[in-house]
């Protein structure tokens, strides 16, 4: 079955400089890849997510790279805040909605 | 806000007891999905019910089972509770069409 791998476990960047996440995974089937923050205590949030027929997608100061060759896909945070230090895990399903696969999880700090 | 509701929020059982957890899914979702989450993990997939039916399921031993009702809200039972099963069960909706799952809050189960 599908095996997401995620690095680092923990990340600690100063407010303003930008974050980078790294996941592998197992199964080419896989087409879908969302990423997902998730607050001390809450429930995880989707905030970013791409489909295997793009290369990149990018939201204000979100982007996600994905390279089906090497199946390798990244998250990138630009000009990082205070509110961006949480716990984000990227995931993969073959459908949107077919069980999906996370990571561990990286906690990500925003030093002052 | 996701329109996915759980309940109940926190609860404690001893070791050997059953649970039975609740979620109503988003308005015109008829999909259904169970994930667990353990202190400092992913979530791991855990079963999806699709029109009353399971339509797929994780790595869990037969004790925990789901129901999925016809106005799509669904329950996780638990039987015979073991330390391990101390966690955060995370129920997603969505539609069975490609389209992307929403979390609910989640429940808390400590098993002492």
């Keep these: 079955g599908e095996n997401v791998e995620q690095h680092p476990s923990t990340l600690s960047v100063q407010e303003g ?96 | 806000e996701t329109g996915v509701t759980q309940s109940p929020t926190h609860l404690i059982k001893t070791r050997g007891q059953q649970v039975t957890l609740r979620c109503s899914s988003q308005s015109g979702h008829n999909t259904v999905s169970w994930y667990q989450q353990a202190l400092g993990q992913g979530p791991q997939f855990i079963f999806q019910y699709y029109r009353e039916e399971e339509n797929g399921r994780g790595n869990f031993p037969p004790r925990f089972s789901g129901l999925q009702f016809p106005n799509y809200s669904s329950e996780l039972n638990v039987n015979a509770l073991e330390l391990d099963d101390s966690a955060l069960y995370l129920c997603a909706s969505s539609r069975l069409s490609g389209n992307t799952i929403y979390f609910g809050e989640g429940s808390w189960l400590t098993v002492v």
């Design chain 1, 17 to 112: 400089d930008s974050a980078v996440i790294k996941c592998t995974y197992s199964d080419s089937a896989s087409n879908y890849f969302p990423w997902y923050k998730q607050e001390l205590g809450k429930r995880p949030q989707l905030i970013i997510d791409i489909r295997s027929n793009v290369g990149e997608k990018k939201d204000q100061r979100i982007a996600v790279t994905l390279n089906k060759t090497a199946k390798h896909f990244s998250l990138h945070i630009t000009e990082t805040q205070p509110e961006d230090s949480a716990v984000y895990f990227c995931a993969a399903s073959i459908n949107r909605d077919d069980k999906i696969i996370f990571g561990k999880g990286t906690r990500l700090h925003i030093l002052p």
